[in-house]
């Protein structure tokens, strides 16, 4: 679609944007997106305490994912419905789940997937949004659906690894580990996949998954097979491994709550470099530079080195997952909003909000930006809008 087209979707700009402050970016730095439309898609429950105190409030987690070949984006949301709209505003079709949506949706060869709160998997077909396959899980399925071919790999809330078939939901095999006693961090990691090579040259296709009791372990993708297995907890409180393991290369990198960051070789486990960075719950990669985010922070690191490169500090709130743009890294907040940093240099370019939030990650499509608000509005902007640019 060009670039006229998306901004002729929007009409008028809604509002000017709302997380924006007074002093503008430099014109070298004028790359930004502006609002194009925004769309209610959910009732957003909110109350006066919510708004007085945005800690009160539900949070919306799902991600807005664009289909290029139907055209259509899907937002799932909390009261248990995944909708579809076409780009002009216009609903197509809704699904009701048995729980609420809150997991990163994606298209496979053929189906929609997603996971919801009820503990399923579900298989539908994207233009229609007819229900294809159900898949039962452990616990509350919130994390993204990783495709491989005809398998589907997904996590739950109770650090179970579930593969089954993405054409039939068929099961193929499940690794449950151990909960950690006590109490842990809300959320869990979403599996990676990738392919490790060995010093002889054979190559092995893996799943890595960080778990609540600071373990990080690389199994068989094809059986579940743990091949190594790594403690990066070393026994604090709140050690959780709840970033997606990021791999470049056959450098697998992960982070604990309180442990830090540690980069391994992904077929033999053996450790490249360590930071003592506390306090990361996101990690992500573009293959230049590594970025790490949690409450309040962002942090941009060395791949090969692991050093600091950068930080930026946020006032509120705990980042969603990363996302990547071309020379920019952007994130939500879940109490506050959508920032974009420079991925070099972690300067802000740009900050775009609701009063309530935004606990799901952002989607970047070309030079479209989609952002689902805790307020259960679809916010769509473009980079192809030369409007305002701030700080």
């Given at each position: 679609m060009s670039r006229r087209a998306l901004i002729g979707l929007g009409a008028c700009l809604v509002a000017a944007l709302t997380a924006a402050q007074a002093r503008a970016v430099p014109e070298t730095a004028r790359q930004v997106y502006g609002l194009a439309w925004a769309l209610p898609v959910a009732p957003s429950g909110s109350s006066v305490p919510?708004?007085?105190?945005?800690?009160?409030?539900?949070?919306?987690?799902?991600?807005?994912?664009?289909?290029?070949?139907?055209?259509?984006?899907?937002?799932?949301?909390?009261?248990r419905v995944m909708r579809a709209y076409s780009l002009n505003r216009t609903q197509v079709w809704s699904f009701t789940a048995g729980g609420a949506i809150g997991s990163v949706p994606v298209v496979g060869d053929a189906h929609l997937y997603f996971g919801a709160d009820d503990g399923q998997l579900y298989a539908l077909e994207p233009s229609t949004g007819k229900q294809i396959w159900t898949h039962d899980g452990d616990a509350e399925i919130t994390g993204a659906v990783r495709v491989s071919g005809d398998l589907l790999y997904f996590s739950t809330a109770l650090d179970t690894v579930y593969c089954v078939a993405a054409s039939s939901g068929e099961y193929r095999w499940h690794v449950r580990h151990p909960q950690p006693i006590g109490i842990s961090l809300f959320g869990n990691a979403t599996p990676t996949l990738a392919t490790a090579f060995a010093p002889t040259g054979e190559a092995t296709d893996v799943v890595a998954m960080g778990y609540a009791d600071g373990s990080l372990a690389v199994m068989d993708a094809g059986d579940g097979r743990v091949i190594w297995k790594a403690e990066l907890g070393k026994g604090e409180a709140f050690y959780d491994v709840d970033a997606d393991p990021v791999v470049v290369g056959n450098l697998l990198v992960a982070a604990s709550h309180t442990g830090g960051v540690t980069a391994f070789d992904l077929a033999t486990g053996t450790i490249r470099w360590h930071n003592d960075v506390p306090g990361l719950t996101r990690l992500g990669t573009d293959g230049r530079v590594l970025v790490g985010a949690g409450a309040g922070m962002a942090i941009g690191l060395g791949l090969k080195s692991g050093q600091e490169l950068w930080s930026y500090q946020f006032e509120r709130g705990t980042a969603s997952r990363l996302v990547f743009d071309g020379d920019r890294v952007l994130f939500n907040s879940d109490i506050g909003p959508t920032y974009i940093l420079d991925l070099f240099s972690g300067e802000r370019l740009q900050a775009f909000g609701s009063?309530?939030?935004?606990?799901?990650?952002?989607?970047?499509?070309?030079?479209?930006?989609?952002?689902y608000s805790n307020g259960g509005t679809l916010y769509a902007l473009s980079s192809a809008f030369a409007g305002w640019a701030h700080k």
């Open positions: 919510e708004l007085l105190s945005p800690r009160w409030k539900s949070r919306q987690f799902s991600t807005p994912l664009f289909h290029r070949p139907t055209g259509l984006v899907f937002v799932g949301s909390t009261d009063p309530l939030g935004m606990a799901g990650q952002p989607a970047v499509i070309d030079d479209l930006l989609l952002v």
